[in-house]
């Protein structure tokens, strides 16, 4: 069912399918997405206003966003309108590449690529915001599955390269998990996500030090051989069909 929600930043109403179906039934790919029987959770997990393009989990959005602030004060995004588009900087994260990326989405409508597109910018502002490698890579994951979804293997291969730097960072940043075995599963999908763009040797050394980690921690056993197999015979499917 559609409900509405406020956009945080201009108040305006933002549509919001819900968050999805969360049964857990469906199958777990190699990525570690987990499909379900009813709607996709990931689709309305995330939340794009048509009118300021403010971007979010829904979840942040629907219990108060506190990176709300930093984009309300930039006076960046009160100007998009007469910037210059400057495109991409080297970084990928700097704020003239986010705003222009607003004013592009703006111009075309938030309709255009549905949650693929909402994820898209809930990453470019979480990395605005400085929300962490961790949480930009999560966001660039979820549009790769929401492109993959649409059929357009381009767009998400884009993503997939994007949410692999992030996780290679915040995998150096040991005070980014709470605990190792979430360290050692953002390892492990450096890994898958290096094995599925094609840089092998990349994936091995991703894997390796999530089969480490996995062997120091105890009750990582299962986990551990779900490494040893994505590294030797690796399927897209780890469970279900």
């Given at each position: 069912?559609?409900?509405?929600?406020?956009?945080?930043?201009?108040?305006?109403?933002?549509?919001?399918?819900?968050?999805?179906?969360?049964?857990?039934?469906?199958?777990?790919?190699?990525?570690?997405?987990?499909?379900?029987?009813?709607?996709?959770?990931?689709?309305?997990?995330?939340?794009?206003?048509?009118?300021?393009?403010?971007?979010?989990?829904?979840?942040?959005?629907?219990?108060?966003?506190p990176g709300v602030d930093r984009v309300a004060q930039d006076p960046l995004w009160c100007?998009?309108?007469?910037?210059d588009d400057p495109g991409d900087v080297a970084s990928g994260v700097g704020d003239e590449?986010?705003?222009?990326?607003?004013?592009?989405?703006?111009?075309?409508?938030?309709?255009?690529?549905?949650?693929?597109?909402?994820?898209?910018?809930?990453?470019?502002?979480?990395?605005?915001?400085?929300?962490?490698?961790?949480?930009?890579?999560?966001?660039?994951?979820?549009?790769?599955?929401?492109?993959?979804?649409?059929?357009?293997?381009?767009?998400?291969?884009?993503?997939?390269?994007?949410?692999?730097?992030?996780?290679?960072?915040?995998?150096?940043?040991?005070?980014?998990?709470?605990?190792?075995?979430?360290?050692?599963?953002?390892?492990?999908?450096?890994?898958?996500?290096?094995?599925?763009?094609?840089?092998?040797?990349?994936?091995?050394?991703?894997?390796?030090?999530?089969?480490?980690?996995?062997?120091?921690?105890?009750?990582?056993?299962?986990?551990?051989?779900?490494?040893?197999?994505?590294?030797?015979?690796?399927?897209?499917?780890?469970?279900?069909?």
């Open positions: 069912m559609t409900t509405t929600i406020a956009c945080p930043l201009c108040a305006a109403d933002i549509a919001w399918e819900g968050p999805g179906s969360e049964d857990g039934l469906g199958p777990l790919t190699s990525e570690l997405r987990r499909f379900c029987l009813g709607p996709d959770p990931h689709a309305g997990a995330v939340v794009l206003c048509g009118d300021c393009g403010f971007a979010s989990v829904a979840k942040r959005v629907t219990e108060g966003d100007s998009l309108d007469t910037m590449a986010v705003a222009a990326r607003v004013r592009r989405l703006l111009a075309v409508g938030v309709g255009a690529g549905g949650a693929a597109v909402a994820w898209e910018h809930t990453a470019w502002l979480a990395a605005w915001r400085g929300d962490g490698p961790l949480a930009c890579g999560d966001a660039w994951l979820r549009a790769a599955w929401m492109h993959d979804d649409l059929d357009d293997a381009e767009s998400g291969r884009a993503c997939r390269q994007r949410a692999l730097a992030c996780y290679e960072a915040a995998v150096e940043l040991p005070e980014s998990f709470r605990r190792r075995h979430d360290q050692a599963v953002v390892a492990y999908l450096v890994g898958e996500i290096a094995r599925r763009l094609g840089d092998v040797q990349r994936a091995r050394g991703a894997f390796e030090q999530a089969l480490t980690w996995a062997r120091s921690e105890v009750g990582l056993k299962s986990f551990a051989e779900v490494v040893i197999r994505q590294m030797e015979q690796p399927v897209e499917i780890l469970e279900g069909r």
